[in-house]
């Protein structure tokens, strides 16, 4: 029998060639099901991860995979085998890293893309998260990146800083707003889906502190479907997680598909993409702090110097505690929780160091946060409210003033109380 990897290839190279229906047939025929081959098909109907076999080897409690995730996704079928929960699974990774039997595999979402690249029913955009920068190359240039995707059939892409660029006006005024005292607190909303999970699993006494905003990919997602409404958009970034926050029910459909930058990068080698070789354009369309999203700490400065750039006499400085890493950002909730802390201003991710040391990342975090430092100081813009783009984006959108986000119901806010 053909391994996981073995029958993505196969299907991946199909899809490219346009053959992918007759390739799935032949799969049948050699005696796989079609069930057994959806979560490569229909990956957006499975959880981040899929269990592609059978095993035995965390049935009983404290013993393996079933016991390590920490969101309570994993649990036993009627037959006794270990399931996963696509409602609950963020995409931590853990129960893949811990299975001694290597069962449970990443879910890839590159086939359904590489279908809708070849059919080219519709645009499609690619929103590229702020740690791209280096990830193919320490010499590839961001325009060498947007030459290459578009080469592989995508309509364009923009960088999704330019979205955290808005989200940081949106939390910078939020605090403005809603700190008033030495005792009122904010936990930032604006980045990390496993940072947020674990405030509404474990710590939901602190939502009412997390301003109501979306995450810079699904305003990323929502805005070019306002421009372009039969659009396909597909985020781009280090971060597993973000497949399973493109799937939440009231963000759903800003986001179509996910890809990491592992799953890109097979996606050049398979479209016979030298990036090395791609066209070095230059687009200045983000800041310097929307570019700072990629690393641990670079939300809270966005907002700190976006905060001082639009208000000037603020009526309570801003004072950040930030955390990289689950069991960091655990011990500064459960601080925050006793009244140990001294912050008005929190934030957390998920993984050691920020995006850059996201798992689906190809190389060092160290590297990537030089790489990110560098590319922020080369930015033409230091704050989203120097930013025109930001500016001209948000009248296209109908927003009259920066402080109407704080009004916005529709693009940049959730509800994270539901």
Known sequence: MLTFE?????????????????????????????????????????????KWEKCNCGKEKGLGCLDVCKF????????GNIKIDKAKCIGCEECEKYCKEKKFKINKELIPVLRALVSKNAPIYAIVA??????FGEKVSS????????????????EVSLFADILTLKEALEFDKNINTKKDFLLTSCCCPIWLAMIKRSYGELIPHVPPSVSPMIAGGRIIKEFHKN????????????????????????????????????????????????EKCTKEHSSASGRMYARAGGVSEAVFKTLKRVRKHSKIELHARKASGVPACKKMLDELKKGKSDGNFFEGMGCV????????????????????????????????????????????????SIEELLEDKRIFTRNFKK
């Open 6 to 50: 073995e029958i993505y290839d196969r299907l991946a190279r199909a899809a490219k060639e346009k053959r992918l229906e007759k390739e799935i047939d032949l799969l049948e025929m050699e005696g796989y099901k079609k069930g057994q081959l959806d979560c490569l098909l229909e990956p957006d109907k499975y959880a981040p991860v899929v």
């Open 72 to 79: 309570g996704a994993l649990g036993i079928d009627e037959d």
């Open 231 to 278: 659009a396909k958009v597909v985020f781009i970034g280090p971060c597993l997680a973000k497949k399973s926050e493109a799937r939440e029910p009231d963000v759903i459909g800003a986001v179509d598909y996910v890809l990491t930058f592992q799953e890109i990068d097979e996606l050049f080698k398979l479209m016979d993409i030298d990036i090395n070789k791609c």
């Open 353 to 400: 160091g920020g995006c850059i040391g996201g798992p689906r990342a190809i190389i060092k975090k160290e590297t990537g946060q030089k790489m990110v430092d560098d590319y922020a100081e080369r930015a033409v813009y230091e704050t989203p409210a120097d930013n025109p783009y930001v500016l001209r984006i948000l009248h296209k959108l109908g927003f009259a």
């Open 143 to 158: 325009g060498q990146v947007r030459d290459a995707l578009r080469k592989i059939g995508f309509t364009g892409m923009i």
């Open 130 to 135: 702020p740690a791209f920068i280096g990830q």
